[in-house]
């Protein structure tokens, strides 16, 4: 006899964050589902008994890990329950996949009756509000979709207005107590935050300046704002690489507020991911600075060059700037006896058995010392290049350069599209067995050596450009650069940082140097020309 069953009901209520009433102890809301599960069951003439409620009170439906619908989980396994009713299809949840397992599989197989009052959903009859649940539960799920949306939307243009919206501030500032959209200097930790930068300026890798740190005992981020986080091993409470390299490229130590570094996958699922530099939301001038700007651009040039470096490496001064001039792969340098060091494409030792490219080598100390002879030589060309600034003044001389830079750089973009399209079709000539491997690896190379070569004709256009329409002040701060470089006797890496971009080596031992701005005396002669 089904109709004298007995129905222990699970009486399920739930409010999601964006509705619930924060100005009363208990939302409208609540009391409105409660009151329809309580009129629907007094009206029914089957025996229906409430066992217990269970009540998730400001919590999301995208997920179902929610406390209360947790404890009734609990209990329908334990036997104690065997209905659950809800006011509609929307309070068990949103997340259409997980709704529609739990309604027909998970309460099925545990003899579980479930009720949806408004929706007309009942698991007891065959009934064609029961067929059509599923294309509900994808509205409902639809519904969450848009209101995160709105939700992102209203959060983006927050923080475009210079609202700091997280809940914790960044490592060497705190939240205002007069204004928690703001941020103010933790005079605590900002020393710490100095010393980073200055040990990243001074050549430090991110991983020497992590175990610096760790082996002095000063305390991480998360401990130092008592966060209970990560799995307490023996490496819980060290400083790590990732940690630092995240604070040395974060533009909000210098002042502009830096948020969306960080988002979550999708609206279903919380785990956060980090997002491309292209899609942080920067606003200058929020809050007081902890490091000047200028510091932070050599940091930016620099650490990049000793990222990787290990604790008992050497740091080689030009370690990070060597390039392939054949494949474009980076150059290594590898100390073979106490005084002496080679260099070696990593290319070539990673793939040496394919022959990909040559090896390389050349004695380190030797090359450094004729790069310095060079990169001195052309210091004095560019200290003794009195007229560049004034020939930087005539007008019309200079919108004659511009526009053919422009031109130059639009071939340079061609051919590299040009170049990319060439490598794709031999790779495919080489899969369709048209070429040997051998030839495509000869015209692979020759192609990567092109495209390098083509960006590296770009980088110096676009630098070039930047001059002339006087967005950079080459006799100033770049002057000042290269007189400081000639005082020394040996440079630092930072120095060499702010006036060369890389060392392109061939398999010849010829070197190139890319400086960050054109040989002056070039750029004149081009000036004087046209």
């Known amino acids: 006899m089904e109709q004298d069953k007995i129905y222990n009901v ?31 069951i007094n009206k029914q003439k089957e025996n ?35 209905c659950v009713i809800t006011k509609d299809y929307s309070r068990l949840g949103r997340d259409y996949i997980k709704a529609g397992e739990y309604m027909e599989k998970y309460f099925p197989q545990h003899n579980v009756r479930y009720i949806a009052i408004l929706d007309d959903i009942d698991t007891y009859l065959d009934s064609v509000s029961n067929d059509i649940a599923p294309f509900k539960a994808v509205f409902n799920d639809q519904y969450a979709k848009d209101t995160s949306k709105k939700v992102r939307r209203s959060l983006r243009s927050k923080k475009e207005e210079g609202k700091f919206l997280g809940w914790k501030a960044v490592y060497g500032y705190k939240l205002d107590e007069n204004d928690r959209y703001k941020l103010v200097i933790d005079e605590e930790v900002a020393p710490i935050v100095r010393r980073i930068f200055k040990m990243a300026y001074d050549g430090m890798s991110c991983k020497v300046i992590a175990d610096t740190l760790s082996k002095e005992g000063i305390p991480i981020p998360s401990v130092y704002a008592n966060l ?26 210098i002042g502009n507020l830096c948020q969306g570094r960080r988002k979550t996958i999708n609206y279903k699922i919380k785990k956060e991911i980090r997002t491309p530099k292209s899609s942080w939301i920067v606003i200058e001038n929020t809050h007081e600075p902890i490091i000047d700007k200028e510091m932070f651009d050599i940091v930016q040039q620099v650490y990049k060059k000793n990222k990787h470096q290990q604790n008992n490496s050497t740091n080689y001064l030009l370690r990070g700037f060597l390039y392939c001039s054949e494949c474009g792969h980076s150059i290594s340098i590898s100390k073979r006896t106490e005084d002496r060091a080679y260099t070696g494409c990593t290319y070539y030792q990673k793939h040496s058995k394919f ?34 600034e004034n020939l930087l003044k005539n007008a019309s001389k200079r919108n004659k350069v511009k526009e053919k830079i422009k031109g130059e750089i639009n071939s340079c973009n061609l051919e590299i599209e040009k170049l990319n399209k060439r490598k794709n079709k031999i790779y495919f000539d080489k899969i369709d067995e048209v070429i040997t491997l051998e ?18 004709k770009l980088k110096e256009l676009e630098t070039q450009l930047e001059i002339i329409e006087n967005k950079m002040k080459p006799n100033n701060d770049y002057t000042s650069i290269v007189k400081e470089f000639l005082r020394l006797r040996k440079p630092s890496k930072n120095l060499i940082a702010c006036i060369i971009d890389s060392i392109m080596i061939t398999q010849n031992k010829e070197i190139t140097i890319n400086y960050k701005i054109k040989d002056p005396n070039l750029l004149i002669n081009e000036l004087s020309t046209d």
């Open 439 to 456: 030839e495509y690896k000869d015209f692979n190379n020759q192609i990567i050596n092109d495209i390098l070569s083509n960006q590296l």
């Open 10 to 40: 699970g009486s399920y209520i739930r409010l999601s964050r964006e509705d619930e009433d924060k100005n009363k102890i208990e939302s409208e809301s609540i009391s409105n589902q409660r009151n329809i599960i309580l009129d629907y």
């Open 228 to 253: 209970n986080r990560g799995v307490k091993s023996s490496s819980y409470g060290l400083w790590c690489s990732r940690t630092i390299d995240e604070m040395l490229c974060n533009p909000t130590y």
């Open 48 to 82: 229906f008994k409430i066992y217990d409620e269970y009540v998730d009170d400001g919590v999301s439906g995208t997920t179902f890990d929610r406390p209360s619908f947790n404890r009734m989980i609990r209990d329908i396994e334990s036997g104690k329950i065997n």
């Open 355 to 388: 022959k990909v490219c040559t090896p390389h080598t050349m004695n380190y100390q030797k090359l450094e010392k004729e790069v310095l002879r060079e990169i001195r030589e052309m210091c004095k060309k560019y200290v003794d290049s009195t007229n560049f």
